[in-house]
C-alpha cells in the first residue's frame, strides 16, 4: 500500500487531513495520502510568486535538463506508474501501461519544446513614421499557474499540464484529482529530483473551497481545467482577470459511410467506445451508420461488443474495468433505464453489478433523452441511421459539445465536406475520434472548452508576447551635419 504525502513549495508534507484511496472495483485500500487546507494553500501561492523570478533566471538548456530528468524518472518507474493508474483509477493494466508511454512521449515532447519558446522579428519600419524603427517579439512566461486533472488519466493529463509550465518557466500549483492523487504524488518524486526550484512548484491535493481559493488568488496569472462542463464554467466566473484553459466534455460522434471498411472500422470502434469503460471525454458515444450499410454494420458491432472481456483490471486479459465509483454506475444504470422507457431499445449489456456496468449498445434512442444530449462517460454508445452526409453533419452539429470527430471514408469530397462543416476542434479520418496524438494541438469548440493542449500549442497559451521597439541612430542620410570644417 501507498503511503504518499503532498508537495509545498517543493518540500514533501504530511498533514492533519488524511484520506484513503480505494480501488474503484474491490473497494481495496491501495494507498493513503493528505489533504491540503487554506493555510497550505496560502503559502503555496506565496511560493509560486517568488518561483517565478527563479524560473525566468534559469536558461533554456536548463529547463530542457529539467524535463529531462523527469522523462528519466517516468521511464525508469514505468510499471510503478502503470500499476499505481491501474489500482487507483480501475483503469486494465494494459490501458495504464499505454498511459505511461503516452506520458513519456508528452515528457519527451517537454525536452524538445523547452529550447524552442522563440520569438521573431516583424517588420516595424511599414511607413515613414516608423522608418527608423525595428522591433523583436519574444514569449515570456505568463506566470504562476494552477492546474487542475480529472480522475481518468492521472499521469498524461497531468504531465499535458506540468510538461510545458515546466518547458516554459511557469511555476505552478497541482491540484490532481481527489479521486486519483496518488500517481500524481509519484510525480512528485520525479519534481524533487528534477532541479525545479523548489518554490516553483506545489501537488495540494485538496477540497473544492481550497481548489476555488487557488485559482482566484491574485498572483495567479493562468487556470488550466480539465473537467466537466459546469465546474468550467464556475472556474471562468470567478477567474477575473487571468487566463482561463478549458478541456471539457464531449459526447463523440463517429460516422460510418456506404465505402467503410466494416471490419477496420469496427475493430477501431468498439475499443474506442468502451475502453476504460468509457471514461474518456473522446469516447466514441454516438455511432451514425449510412442507412445502406446499416444492417451489416450493426450485426457486427453487436457481436464485437459481446466479445469484450469485463473484469479485474489488474488481469491482462481485462478490456472493460469498473467505473470510477458505484455512484457513477448507478447514474449510467439510471439513464439508460430513461432512456429505454422513452422508446430506446438495448441491443446487448444493460446491466449494472456495483462499479461495473456491461458494455451497452442502444438503438432508437430519442434527441432528448439525458445519455443522448449529455456526456456518458461510461459504456455506452448510441446507433444512429442517417440518410446522407449532410444529415449526419447536422446531427453532429445538434451537440452542444464539439471535440473530436471520427469517419470512415475514403472520399476526399466528403471527409473535405465534413472537416469544412462540422462544428469540432478535430476531425479524425478511417479512425476514431478517440485518437489524440500528443504532439498535436488537441481542444474543442462550443461546450468542450477553450484552449489547446498538446505541448507546443499549450506553451503558446501560457506565454505572452513581449516586444521591444528600438529607435535607430545614425541611420545614413538622416544624420546631423556637426561636422567641423577640413583644415586647409
Same mark, same amino acid.
Given at each position: ?337 430513461? $432512456?429505454?422507457?422513452? !422508446?430506446?431499445?438495448?441491443?446487448? *449489456?444493460?446491466? &449494472?453489478? @456495483?462499479?461495473?456496468? +456491461?458494455? #451497452?449498445? %442502444? ?75 500528443? $504532439?498535436?494541438?488537441? !481542444?474543442?469548440?462550443?461546450?468542450? *472548452?477553450?484552449? &489547446?493542449? @498538446?505541448?507546443?500549442? +499549450?506553451? #503558446?497559451? %501560457? ?26
Amino acid at each position: 500500500m501507498l503511503d504518499l504525502p503532498i508537495y509545498l513549495a517543493g518540500k514533501p508534507l504530511r498533514t492533519p487531513h488524511r484520506v484513503v484511496i480505494k480501488s474503484p472495483g474491490s473497494r481495496r485500500v491501495v494507498g493513503q495520502t493528505f489533504n491540503a487546507d487554506m493555510h497550505h494553500a496560502r503559502q503555496a501561492v506565496a511560493a509560486v510568486e517568488k518561483g517565478q523570478k527563479k524560473l525566468a533566471a534559469l536558461s533554456s538548456w536548463q529547463r530542457r535538463d529539467i524535463c529531462q530528468n523527469v522523462l528519466d524518472y517516468v521511464q525508469t518507474h514505468r510499471e510503478r506508474l502503470a500499476q499505481c493508474v491501474c489500482l487507483e483509477a480501475g483503469k486494465p493494466i494494459t490501458a495504464a501501461r499505454g498511459e505511461v508511454d503516452r506520458a513519456l512521449t508528452t515528457f519527451r515532447l517537454a525536452v524538445e519544446e523547452s529550447t524552442r519558446v522563440d520569438g521573431y522579428q516583424p517588420t516595424a519600419d511599414i511607413d515613414a513614421r516608423s522608418s527608423n524603427y525595428y522591433a523583436v517579439v519574444e514569449r515570456v512566461a505568463a506566470g504562476p499557474c494552477v492546474c487542475i486533472t480529472p480522475f481518468n488519466f492521472p499521469l498524461n493529463l497531468v504531465a499535458h499540464k506540468l510538461a510545458p509550465a515546466m518547458a516554459c518557466g511557469c511555476p505552478f500549483i497541482l491540484k490532481p484529482s481527489e479521486r486519483t492523487p496518488l500517481t500524481a504524488l509519484l510525480l512528485g518524486e520525479a519534481l524533487c529530483r528534477s532541479g525545479l526550484p523548489p518554490e516553483s512548484w506545489s501537488i495540494l491535493p485538496c477540497d473544492a473551497d481550497v481548489a476555488s481559493y487557488l485559482t482566484t488568488a491574485a498572483p495567479v496569472r493562468v487556470v488550466s481545467f480539465t473537467g466537466s462542463v459546469g465546474v468550467g464554467y464556475e472556474i471562468q466566473r470567478q477567474a477575473i482577470g487571468k487566463k482561463v484553459i478549458l478541456e471539457l466534455g464531449s459526447n463523440s460522434a463517429i460516422i460510418l459511410e456506404p465505402d467503410t471498411d466494416l471490419d477496420d472500422a469496427v475493430g477501431r470502434i468498439v475499443p474506442a467506445a468502451f475502453g476504460f469503460a468509457g471514461q474518456s471525454c473522446i469516447s466514441v458515444q454516438k455511432i451514425f451508420i449510412h442507412e445502406r450499410i446499416a444492417g451489416d454494420a450493426i450485426s457486427k458491432i453487436v457481436q464485437k461488443v459481446r466479445q469484450l472481456r469485463v473484469g479485474n483490471p489488474v488481469l491482462p486479459a481485462t478490456d472493460v474495468g469498473p467505473l470510477i465509483d458505484e455512484a457513477s454506475a448507478i447514474r449510467i444504470e439510471q439513464w439508460v433505464s430513461s $432512456a429505454v422507457e422513452a !422508446g430506446a431499445k438495448v441491443l446487448t *449489456g444493460g446491466v &449494472r453489478r @456495483g462499479a461495473y456496468y +456491461a458494455p #451497452t449498445l %442502444l438503438v432508437d434512442v430519442p434527441p432528448t433523452a439525458e445519455i443522448s444530449h449529455n456526456e456518458a462517460f461510461g459504456p455506452v454508445a448510441l446507433i444512429i441511421k442517417y440518410a446522407g452526409i449532410a444529415d449526419a453533419i447536422k446531427q453532429v452539429n445538434a451537440s452542444r459539445f464539439g471535440l473530436q470527430l471520427g469517419i470512415f471514408s475514403d472520399s476526399v469530397a466528403v471527409t473535405r465536406r465534413v472537416f469544412k462543416d462540422a462544428q469540432v476542434g478535430a476531425l479524425v479520418v478511417n479512425d476514431v475520434p478517440t485518437t489524440r496524438i500528443d $504532439a498535436l494541438p488537441y !481542444g474543442g469548440v462550443k461546450a468542450s *472548452g477553450i484552449g &489547446r493542449e @498538446g505541448v507546443r500549442w +499549450a506553451i #503558446t497559451e %501560457l506565454t505572452e508576447l513581449k516586444t521591444m521597439i528600438v529607435r535607430q541612430h545614425g541611420i545614413p542620410g538622416r544624420q546631423k551635419r556637426n561636422r567641423r570644417p577640413p583644415r586647409r
